[in-house]
């Protein structure tokens, strides 16, 4: 990214967001890599998928959770948030009440007060669609800007996603 973008060469103007499974994978980088990164999102999050086994091919990558649930505990993000340091990287957390990972997002944020790990949380109506996503997004976005601009770094600029 560095060679072929303009950049922040430094955690503090390095952050990554995803929705769905995307969610997982940039809370999942951003926790095993809090050097590189200095915040994180997740929209509808598949932060924990152990309630969903037989989806998303997972038992074909990992094998089945019955016979490995050691290896599928150690890949889900709920489980590293005892690698957190608090206040270390900034987390933004959002899910819509009707979506299939509500349950498991909700577990997420009561798992981070219970470890006091800041963040934010948000939630409202919608489900796991592009009608949720579309609204997501902007918060999401507004959060990492918030970000850039308390690191004092220059804010990319958005606008032309959004049209």
Not at 48 to 56: E, Q, T
Not at 91 to 105: A, S
Not at 121 to 139: D, K, L, M, P, Q
Request: proline content about 2%.
């Amino acid at each position: 990214m560095d060679q072929h973008y303009t950049t922040v060469k430094d955690r503090k103007g390095r952050a990554i967001t995803g929705l769905s499974m995307g969610g997982h994978g940039a809370l999942s980088l951003a926790i095993k890599h809090q050097d590189l990164y200095g915040a994180a999102g997740s929209t509808a999050g598949g932060v924990d998928f152990r309630p969903f086994p037989l989806n998303w091919e997972i038992k074909d990558r990992i094998g089945n959770y019955a016979d490995v649930p050691q290896a599928w505990d150690d890949r889900v993000v709920i489980n590293m948030i005892p690698k957190l340091l608090n206040n270390k990287l900034r987390l933004m957390i959002d899910c819509g009440k009707e979506d299939f990972f509500y349950t498991v997002n909700i577990a997420l944020h009561d798992k981070l007060m219970y470890h006091n790990i800041n963040h934010t949380f948000v939630t409202s109506e919608g489900g796991h669609n592009w009608a949720y996503w579309s609204r997501s997004i902007i918060y999401q976005m507004a959060f990492l800007t918030n970000f850039s601009i308390s690191q004092k770094k220059i804010v990319l600029k958005i606008d032309k996603y959004l049209a």
